[in-house]
């Protein structure tokens, strides 16, 4: 697995127990996201010096910077499901691919295929087709 992926895993575990311990994302200091990231990564036997935690260091710290933006998007595109049904874990992977699609030079392509492959890993069933849903009506809009 490439070290982005990981990056990414480990940025949506860390969005995932912040929403899992009923943390009110957009109230989170940044400091108390990046604690729950260490331990996320630490889990995984991931130092803070190594790329893939600085990786995942950048998103959730964007993530946490454009969040309004981000949920807009997904409140937008998840049509026929209430933003507050979302799983939250399928909230978390979406987040991160959001976050991407909005405001990084990565090409919406992968950034869907990680989201997906994450998805399969990690969320039920019928996630992958769900996110794939959504993040297509954003990358078709951008």
Not at 21 to 48: H, Q, T, W, Y
Not at 119 to 139: P, R, T
């Amino acid at each position: 697995m490439g070290m982005r992926r990981k990056g990414r895993e480990v940025a949506t575990q860390t969005l995932y127990s912040i929403e899992f311990l009923d943390n009110d994302i957009r109230l989170l200091p940044e400091e108390s996201a990046l604690k729950i990231l260490e331990g996320v990564a630490a889990d995984k036997e991931i130092l803070p010096e190594n790329q893939i935690f600085e990786f995942a260091s950048d998103i959730v710290r964007n993530v946490l910077i454009h969040i309004d933006p981000i949920d807009e998007k997904i409140k937008v595109h998840s049509t026929n499901w209430s933003f507050d049904r979302i799983a939250k874990l399928d909230l978390s992977v979406l987040r991160v691919a959001v976050f991407e699609l909005l405001y990084t030079e990565t090409a919406p392509p992968i950034i869907m295929n990680e989201a997906i492959e994450i998805a399969k890993k990690y969320c039920s069933e019928s996630s992958g087709k769900f996110i794939n849903g959504v993040l297509n009506a954003i990358a078709k809009e951008k």
